[in-house]
């Protein structure tokens, strides 16, 4: 998957032995598929309104050498799906104070969770965020997943959530 190949493509870019990278991919690999896992639990909750708690989402321990950028966007990751979303923004807004060398693969998706994040709550805001996607995007920052055109919905969102119809068409 894509998540995967990034992670290997900067732990090569950092020199981390091959050994290394194999058990720091499969522990990764195994807390990503653990959080959809509880993600999944989590909505499967919500529509069964039965008042049980959903799965808690727990950060992971990973290997030392997996980069800060990656670990960041986790934690925003295991935030986000607990509901904890001022910590979630944070946590990627620390990604994004990164020096940019060391935030190349993760800065166009924690824009754009950010932007995604607000756009309910401070809907005003989101728009900032989602446009900061796009234009790291036309920087040239990877965005496998397009999200520079998967922005423009939620921008188009953020605009109805607060009653502004034009810019939302």
Do not use: N
């Not at 290997?8 to 807390?31: I, N, P």
């Not at 996607?133 to 990877?142: K, M």
């Amino acid at each position: 998957d894509i998540d995967s190949r990034q992670l290997l493509d900067a732990m090569e870019a950092a020199g981390v032995e091959r050994r290394e990278r194999d058990r720091a991919l499969k522990d990764y690999s195994e807390a990503r598929r653990l959080l959809a896992d509880v993600r999944r639990a989590t909505q499967q909750a919500r529509e069964r309104d039965d008042g049980l708690p959903p799965m808690p989402a727990v950060m992971p321990e990973l290997p030392d050498c997996v980069p800060e950028e990656f670990r960041l966007y986790l934690r925003g990751l295991v935030d986000h799906t607990r509901g904890d979303l001022d910590d979630a923004i944070a946590a990627w807004k620390r990604l994004l104070d990164l020096p940019e060398p060391k935030r190349r693969f993760r800065s166009v998706w924690a824009c754009y969770m950010i932007g995604r994040a607000l756009v309910d709550d401070q809907p005003e805001q989101a728009p900032q965020w989602l446009q900061r996607a796009r234009t790291l995007a036309d920087a040239g920052f990877p965005d496998p997943l397009d999200l520079r055109t998967e922005s423009l919905g939620w921008e188009a969102l953020a605009a109805l959530r607060q009653q502004r119809h034009a810019e939302a068409l």
